[in-house]
């Protein structure tokens, strides 16, 4: 099986923009979640979605919001970005929700915000 | 307390040696635990996990949970340099007595394998 994809590997932002990302799950794997890494922060936990459905949500602003689709893709979006936006996004997939088992991790999209 | 928590390392030790990673979880109900490991300027790749009825082993790794000290470590056998890399230990958090699909991580231990 393919494994988890992200796009874009890279981008390049303004203070104030807005920047939208986009994660498609191993075939088969409805649950995919939202994690942000930062050097000084580590993994965070941004959100989870299962069949299209918000399940959990991490300590963000509401500026972070995502968003599946029918087809499990998802999408996470980032509005009035700031300088400490700047990290590595990862999303990870897995078959099913709430059991957290097995969780496959993309290559991530690197967030630098300027 | 963090809730999951890792000596950041540097743990160093030769090759062919027995690499001991440890972590440290304060939810005494965790029941799923996992690691993952990250080469620089990658992403994490899951190793293996446990559920709180017992130790794994696949191939070089081992990984085992001591429920009533409330930590969970990975045992790398005949240690190699590709194996250098940091380690990171994850918890699957609860909601009541349900695993949620969030997970925890620690910060990650950094290990040295050296030739």
């Known amino acids: 099986k393919a494994g988890v994809t992200q796009t874009p590997r890279y981008l390049i932002k303004t203070r104030g923009q807005q920047v939208t990302l986009s994660c498609s799950p191993i075939?088969?794997?409805?649950?995919v979640s939202w994690y942000q890494q930062t050097p000084g922060q580590g993994l965070q936990f941004l959100f989870e979605?299962?069949?299209?459905?918000?399940?959990n949500k991490g300590n963000f602003p509401g500026r972070f919001s995502g968003r599946q689709f029918s087809n499990s893709r998802s999408e996470m979006n980032v509005s009035t970005l700031e300088l400490g936006d700047s990290a590595l996004y990862l999303c990870?997939?897995?078959?099913?929700?709430?059991?957290?088992?097995?969780?496959?991790f993309g290559p991530g999209t690197r967030l630098l915000v300027l | 307390q963090k809730e999951v928590e890792q000596n950041s390392g540097p743990l160093s030790v030769p090759e062919g040696a027995i690499a001991s990673l440890n972590c440290t979880y304060s939810?005494?109900?965790?029941?799923?635990f996992f690691w993952y490991r990250q080469y620089s300027g990658k992403s994490p790749e899951l190793i293996m996990f446990?559920?709180?009825?017992g130790d794994k082993e696949d191939g070089r790794f081992t990984a085992q949970l001591n429920k009533a000290s409330q930590y969970v470590s990975l045992l790398i056998r005949d240690s190699q340099p590709s194996d250098s890399a940091t380690y990171l230990c994850?918890?699957?958090?609860?909601?009541?007595?349900?695993?949620?699909?969030?997970?925890?991580f620690g910060q990650g231990t950094t290990l040295q394998v050296k030739p």
């Open positions: 990870a997939s897995s078959d099913g929700a709430g059991t957290g088992g097995g969780k496959r």
């Open positions: 075939s088969g794997h409805r649950s």
């Open positions: 979605y299962f069949s299209e459905t918000q399940r």
């Open positions: 939810d005494r109900g965790s029941q799923s």
């Open positions: 446990i559920y709180s009825n």
């Open positions: 994850a918890v699957n958090s609860r909601y009541g007595s349900s695993n949620t699909g969030k997970l925890i």
